[in-house]
């Protein structure tokens, strides 16, 4: 152990531990020298044959071996180089466990990487704030704020069939190359929420700027934080996104301001902790996974949602309002895979689902929700009982359309045998059309009913 010399931030570490390398396997390191100061979760530095430092975290154990992974690559590093962790007390410990953030209002309109560093080519970030745990806990559940009021996504086909309250989290079931990236765009650009959140887990490089500058564009980039780690990336930057980016909609969500959180995507997190569980000896179980990811998937998700309850007036004599983080967690479903682990564990966790699918998105209508298939738990309770109408007859000629279209192709079915089928023949075409959204389009809730209002004259069950 050596004396620390003073380092810039904010907590000083009381000494340094050093350590060396013994091993090196796959996508880990073994440490030696690392025991009782050191536990699972803790960032140490190595030090490469170059000079380079190159940050990894605590793993497992083996015996007295400490098991890491790097942040970055592996190059450079052989057995008998240094590793050095900082030693704080434990006040400080268990301030910085896990990592953290610090952030600020000014990272709105930056795209950043898990790290908190730039990563946009419009120079450094504005220093200050307050350092945010990467790892916190979700706000205890009795203490949990309730769902706000309605929130317009600024999209018909959600804002009417799964209608969200502020603080909902909803997933997003998607094949590649339906339109979720289209979609999240133009729900960060539409949706009336203060911040938005945007985490890009493991998409390809090339994706990156087209999304923010094609799918989210300078209005939708203007009130987001975009934090990305694409997919040639160590799992651990993976995993870090995913965390970065609910520490920063944490910290907008403390201001009481209502935050979008959009998660692209929660199936390539799970893959991150995959390799990470399996690297560092756990066994796989459901389909390569191993058991952490089911315990870590909750963790994450749970984060999102509201914030504390806020008791008692602010300095303008009005009821403090709790912060709300609404999520959108897309999920990858190739074909139709309901057996899929991550696909299943994310319907449980949730409040709602928004399937999209390739058959509609062939048939060349966006955004290709399956409205039918999809569905908001806070639906009915969020809407007016005419609205609820409304939309429980639209669900119905929806539904009795898909039963007959065929047949009516097929020129199989005589209008005037069942009066639902007629009907569902007459509106079905024209709802349809209000399901379609060209990407610049938005639209209110309030524009939404009435559009289908004019389709469907007065509700029937109403
Ligand atoms: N609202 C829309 N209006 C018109 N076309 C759309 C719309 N949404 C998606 N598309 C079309 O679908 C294509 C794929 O969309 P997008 O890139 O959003 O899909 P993705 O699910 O994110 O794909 P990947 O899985 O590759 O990331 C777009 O290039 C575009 O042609
Ligand atoms: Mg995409």
């Not at 979700?138 to 706000?148: F, I, K, M, S, V």
């Not at 969200?164 to 990236?181: H, N, P």
């Not at 938005?196 to 980039?221: C, K, N, Q, S, T």
């Not at 870090?240 to 959009?262: I, P």
Request: contains cysteine; charged residues 25%.
């Amino acid at each position: 152990m050596r004396a620390a010399v003073a380092e810039p931030w904010h907590d000083v570490p009381v000494g340094l531990l050093d350590g060396r390398v013994t091993g090196l396997s796959g996508l880990s390191v073994s440490l030696s020298g690392m025991r009782d100061f050191t536990g699972v979760g803790d960032r140490v530095s190595i030090a490469g044959l170059d000079g380079r430092e190159t940050e990894a975290e605590i793993v497992a154990f083996r015996g007295d071996t400490a098991i890491a992974m790097p942040y970055g690559s592996l190059e450079g590093i052989g057995s008998g180089c240094r590793a050095t962790f900082r030693l704080f007390d434990q006040e400080q410990r268990r301030r910085r466990a896990g990592g953290t953030l610090t952030i600020n209002a000014s990272w709105q309109g930056r795209v950043i990487d898990p790290m908190g560093r730039p990563i946009d080519g419009k120079g450094p970030l504005a220093p200050g704030g307050e350092p945010r745990r990467l790892r916190a806990p979700p706000p205890e559940a009795a203490l949990r704020a309730r769902l706000g009021p309605r929130i317009d996504l600024g999209i018909r086909a959600l804002n009417l069939f799964t209608t969200c309250r502020e603080g909902q989290r909803l997933g997003l079931f998607a094949g590649s190359g339906v339109g979720k990236s289209t979609l999240m765009g133009m729900l960060a650009r539409n949706t009336d929420c203060d911040v938005a959140v945007i985490a890009l887990v493991g998409e390809r490089g090339r994706e990156v700027r087209e999304f923010v500058e094609d799918d989210l564009g300078p209005e939708g980039l203007a009130k987001s934080v975009v934090v990305v780690a694409t997919s040639d990336t160590s799992p651990l930057m993976r995993r870090e996104a995913a965390y970065a980016a609910m520490a920063a909609a944490e910290y907008f969500r403390d201001q009481g301001k209502s935050v979008l959180m959009l998660m692209d995507s929660v199936t390539r997190f799970c893959q991150a902790l995959r390799e990470i569980g399996l690297s560092s000896g756990e066994p796989p179980a459901t389909r390569g996974y191993p058991p952490s990811v089911f315990a870590e998937l909750p963790r994450l998700l749970e984060r999102a949602g509201p914030g504390l309850d806020e008791r008692g007036l602010d300095d303008r004599g009005r009821k403090r309002r709790a912060g709300q983080i609404t999520a959108m967690f897309s999920v990858l479903v190739e074909g139709d895979d309901h057996n899929e682990p991550v696909a299943d564990a994310v319907r449980g966790i949730l409040d709602g689902h928004v399937v999209l699918e390739r058959r509609i998105a062939e048939a060349g209508r966006y955004p290709a929700v399956n409205v039918l298939r999809s569905l908001s738990r806070t639906v009915p309770g969020c809407n007016a009982a005419e609205e609820n109408a409304l939309i429980q007859d639209a669900r119905a000629d929806l539904s009795t359309w898909d039963d007959i279209q065929d047949m009516v192709r097929l020129g199989a079915y005589r209008t005037g045998n069942d009066a639902r089928a007629d009907r569902a023949i007459r509106v079905a075409p024209a709802i349809e059309e209000i399901l379609k959204q060209s990407r610049s389009e938005k639209a209110t809730i309030a524009e939404s009913f009435h559009a289908l209002r004019d389709v469907l004259g007065p509700p029937e069950t109403a």
